[in-house]
């Protein structure tokens, strides 16, 4: 049982995303974990479900559930998994404006009761949605990632390791960008045992996985109906990083503020994440290919910012 003092986590939203992100993070270990939920009587039923669960294998860790933003009070990490999810034909920026009102409202909340939080978003469009927490919040950028990067680097990952037939563990992804379809996949930091995988396959072999990551979310989507368990194992990734300070490398969404020539966006970059959150953004080089491609990117995220129809406080410098 993980009990480091002090780290307690809040996951905001019970439904599919948000309670497997518990069962993952309970059958890790993680000790003192809070629902939180406006839906009465979900969050304490779900923290229930995964006690009994908890019970089976003797495990002791405490899972609780709450209707009351209060009880975010003394969290180390707050995760926010609320508002709609993508349905059948939906792309995630279809989900804007449906969900930066709730994601507005939560996180006023989250700067109410957890002002010395870390908050992971989880809630799409992810990229736009974390760029709204960080500006209700007014938290110090550091503290205020999305987990995207780290779910589209897992796809990668599987794809790649399919294709060249070697493990998943060997395979280290990157991607930078917008979690969507104008993500930029770079080969030659995709290392394969630590070999670029430009070297080991070629450029259209590469430009077909790249279609499949972006793809495959949608294809799961369209069969069950909702991307659940890929998502909940990104977030126990990172929480693992940052609960135990492991200035582990990973690809995360976060505030730019002028890194790759960028400002006043959020978007995938390689970070190390420790207990501060994102504790060093590292700027690689890139081709002018995928410096034109990132640039895209960016202004899809720019577009998509100015049709937000949500009222959000003025930048308040928050920055390193």
């Avoid at 430009?198 to 590469?206: A, I, R, T, V, W």
């Amino acid at each position: 049982m993980i009990t480091v003092e002090g780290a307690m986590i809040s996951i905001v939203g019970s439904g599919k995303i948000g309670a497997n992100v518990a069962v993952h993070l309970a059958m890790k270990g993680y000790d003192d974990l809070t629902l939180v939920d406006v839906v009465k009587g979900l969050p304490q039923g779900e923290a229930m479900d995964i006690t009994h669960m908890l019970s089976a294998y003797g495990a002791e860790t405490r899972v609780t559930g709450s209707n009351d933003y209060g009880d975010l009070r003394g969290s180390k990490l707050v995760i926010v998994a609320a508002g709609f999810g993508r349905k059948p034909g939906q792309t995630r920026l279809d989900l804007m404006n449906s969900n930066a009102g709730i994601i507005r409202d939560v996180c006023e909340q989250v700067r109410k009761n957890a002002p010395d939080a870390v908050l992971m978003m989880v809630t799409n469009p992810l990229d736009v949605m974390t760029y709204v927490a960080y500006r209700v919040t007014g938290f110090d950028r550091r503290k205020v990632l999305g987990m995207s990067g780290t779910l589209d680097g897992s796809r990668l990952r599987h794809f790649v390791a399919e294709e060249l037939g070697v493990a998943r563990s060997s395979v280290t992804p990157m991607i930078i960008g917008e979690h969507g379809d104008s993500m930029v996949p770079i080969p030659e930091y995709t290392a394969v045992g630590g070999v670029p995988a430009s070297k080991l396959m070629s450029p259209e072999k590469f430009e077909e996985v790249v279609k499949n990551t972006k793809g495959v979310a949608a294809e799961v989507i369209a069969r069950k109906g909702a991307t659940i368990h890929g998502p909940a194992a990104a977030v126990t990734v990172l929480v693992d990083a940052i609960i135990n300070d492991k200035k582990t490398v990973f690809n995360a969404s976060t505030y730019l503020d002028g890194e790759y020539g960028f400002s006043d966006v959020v978007m995938d970059v390689p970070m190390v994440i420790g207990e501060g959150g994102v504790e060093k953004i590292l700027e690689v080089d890139i081709t002018d290919v995928e410096k034109n491609a990132l640039n895209a990117s960016y202004h899809t995220l720019k577009e998509a910012i100015s049709k937000l129809q949500v009222e959000l406080p003025p930048l308040t410098g928050g920055g390193r």
